[in-house]
T-cell receptor, first 116, second 114 residues
Framework: KQEVTQIPAALSVPEGENLVLNCSFT??????LQWFRQDPGKGLTSLLL?????REQTSGRLNASLDKSSGRSTLYIAASQPGDSATYLC???????????????FGKGITLSVRP | NAGVTQTPKFQVLKTGQSMTLQCAQD?????MSWYRQDPGMGLRLIHY???????DQGEVPNGYNVSRSTTEDFPLRLLSAAPSQTSVYFC?????????????FGPGTRLTVT
């Protein structure tokens, strides 16, 4: 069964710290991986998407990497701010025998708290 | 461009009642899907569609029906609501055959079944 795991479930850091959020997946036949942010009681906001042919993507203070061979993706947040406090979810779309697959398998998320 | 919209935002049902959660997108996306989010379980795929007239089951389809008569709309029907269907429901959409493949999510519907 294809699974996506995010550990730890929660993380608390002081403001200004650079941090890495980890995501692991069980199937190397990954099509793409997407990182989302979810604020309490809100929907999901897409942060970054990495295609299987890419190694990393950057947007502002965020950098996401993908290593298919080790089954890992990381989301790097530079100079964290209290406004970064939220739950971060990674989701993988795996390639099927018929080709591309848009069905996402989600990790359970990492709840980040950035202390002022 | 409204993106992905969902109605209603909140709903309370009694056991056995039926209702339809609405989802619409204005981005001409081929792919649309429904997820439910439960504490400790994460987001799980209920049903999905790769185009008008084509639907398929996801991980947790029991108790839910879908149809896709147009590219824009993908309603989710609960035929006989059960307390186990208390959850937050999210609709999502994306392109299938062209970049970007990024999936966009609606704001969610919070459903309580008593």
């Amino acid at each position: 069964k294809q699974e996506v795991t995010q550990i730890p479930a929660a993380l608390s850091v002081p403001e200004g710290e650079n941090l890495v959020l980890n995501c692991s997946f069980t199937d190397s036949a990954i099509y793409n991986l997407q990182w989302f942010r979810q604020d309490p009681g809100k929907g999901l906001t897409s942060l970054l998407l990495i295609q299987s042919s890419q190694r990393e993507q950057t947007s502002g203070r965020l950098n996401a990497s993908l290593d298919k061979s080790s089954g890992r993706s990381t989301l790097y947040i530079a100079a964290s701010q209290p406004g970064d406090s939220a739950t971060y979810l990674c989701a993988a779309a795996f390639t099927t025998l018929t080709g591309a697959n848009s069905k996402l398998t989600f990790g359970k998320g990492i709840t980040l708290s950035v202390r002022p | 461009n409204a993106g992905v919209t969902q109605t209603p935002k909140f709903q309370v049902l009694k056991t056995g009642q039926s209702m339809t959660l609405q989802c619409a997108q204005d981005m001409n996306h081929e792919y649309m899907s429904w997820y439910r989010q439960d504490p400790g379980m994460g987001l799980r795929l209920i049903h999905y569609s790769v185009g008008a007239g084509i639907t398929d089951q996801g991980e947790v389809p029991n108790g839910y029906n879908v149809s896709r008569s147009t590219t824009e709309d993908f309603p989710l029907r609960l035929l006989s609501a059960a307390p186990s269907q208390t959850s937050v429901y999210f609709c999502a959409s994306s392109y299938l055959r062209a970049r970007p493949y990024e999936q966009y999510f609606g704001p969610g519907t919070r459903l309580t079944v008593t």
